[in-house]
């Protein structure tokens, strides 16, 4: 096996992870909290969960299928050429997976972080073992356990861009928009039957564990840059979440070294590296395309309405140049946007003129059949400065 230099680490980053391709396609990544409908709080084994699906059959349009730690359900789509084809796609798989699960009493919710059980360890995987561990180890026990057993997201998928100039430009647009896209989408007020006086709890969630794999990559006021260098610093400045064996029970947790301390004594491989960087979860993080991870779970019908938000903003010219101006004096509230959503009068600000952009824009795209939706959202939270945290807080 080969043995990394930090050329390597940076080469591999820059081919790979920052793969230049022209913009259009998109996919979905939605998370969901599995409950049983005769007692929402009740534990559902993903046994339970799994058990129902096989038996449905395979999803129509082949959505992957996983388990996150807690028992939450995940359906990843494919990369779709477009909007339309993503949401029809993956709204039959959605649609294929809840009746399977009603036929066991079990139903889908959609929230940021679960609102009503505490979070319980279910992974056999040695992955969440270990990444327990390694949160145990470092200090972050418990929000480790919480991101892990109780969060819920809908993350983007979209393309790096067609050159690397073209690719920064959607690098740092994507991370100025984060702090909007938490507010206008803020869904997780309460965890575990109580409430947190958060909007996102969340993104704070996120924010309390080890900031060395959690925070942005991109910080405003940086300048341009080049995102494959700074992803390679980042993955370099990271620890070791763990090392792997061929036995589950020979893992390592938290060996005790960063990345590039790991570099330094000539042991990782191309694999190491692969597998380093699947441990890392900044907000937008680079796979060979760009994956927005800080929007919360959603309930129906609203899931698609970030997908189709986010990708009109990044793909369209003319939306990602409104974007840019309306996210640039917000760009870094990722605190704010927590913590008050759509009432910090900048976030508010900013998420109209972003979905005023978006509206415009989805028609250019083709995505006309999504515009009611979007419209309906926007009427019913963004120009009242208000998101779904807000109706929970108040039910």
């Known amino acids: ?16 992870c920052f793969k230049n ?18 007692d929402p709080a009740a534990l559902v084994a993903p046994s339970r969960t799994r058990a129902l699906l096989d038996a449905a059959g395979p999803l129509p349009n082949g959505a992957k299928v996983t388990y ?35 036929e066991g009493g079990l139903v889908l919710a959609g929230h940021g972080v679960d609102p009503v059980r505490p979070p319980v360890f279910q992974a056999e995987h040695p992955r969440y073992a270990c990444m327990r561990g390694y949160f145990d180890s470092s200090g972050f026990a418990d929000a480790g356990i919480a991101m892990m057993c109780s969060t819920a997201s809908v993350q983007v998928c979209l393309d790096i861009g ?18 909007v896209l938490v507010a206008a989408f803020a869904n997780s007020p309460l965890r575990a039957g109580r409430r947190t006086g958060l909007r996102s709890t969340r993104q704070a969630v ?29 993955a370099l400045d990271a620890r070791v979440m763990m090392l792997r064996a061929e036995s589950g029970e020979d893992w390592v947790a938290d060996p005790g070294m960063t990345f590039g301390e790991w570099v330094g004594k000539g042991e990782p491989g191309l694999a190491d590296l692969e597998y380093h960087l699947s441990t890392l979860f ?30 009109a903003l990044l793909d369209d010219p003319r939306a990602a140049a409104a974007a840019e101006e309306a996210a640039e004096p ?51 939270y963004v120009e009242r400065g208000r998101c779904p945290a807000d109706e929970e807080m108040h039910r």
């Open 1 to 16: 096996m080969t043995r990394l230099t930090v050329d390597d680490v940076y080469r591999y980053i820059r081919g790979v």
């Open 21 to 38: 391709g022209p913009p259009g396609r998109v996919g979905a990544e939605t998370e969901w909290f599995v409950l049983d409908a005769a």
């Open 68 to 102: 996150e730690p807690g028992g939450q359900l995940e359906l990843s789509s494919a990369p779709y050429p477009g909007l339309v084809p993503l949401h029809e796609a993956l709204s039959a798989d959605l649609d294929h997976a809840r009746r399977a699960l009603a």
């Open 162 to 179: 067609a050159d690397p100039a073209g690719a920064a430009r959607r690098w740092r647009l994507a991370h100025a928009l984060g702090p």
């Open 206 to 234: 996120w924010a309390e564990l080890d900031p060395r794999r959690t925070l942005p990559v991109h910080e405003p006021g940086n300048g341009g840059g080049d995102p494959a260098e700074a992803w390679t610093r980042y």
């Open 282 to 311: 900044p907000p937008v993080r680079p796979r060979g395309w760009l994956e927005l991870r800080m929007i919360d779970a959603l309930p129906d019908p609203y899931w698609p309405v970030p997908v189709a938000v986010a990708t």
């Open 330 to 380: 917000v760009a870094g509230r990722w605190a704010e946007a927590a913590r008050c959503g759509l009432t910090d009068p900048p976030l508010a600000a900013a998420a109209r003129a972003c979905f005023t952009a978006a509206l415009e824009a989805l028609p250019r795209l083709g995505a006309d059949a999504l515009v009611p939706l979007v419209g309906e959202y926007a009427r019913r």
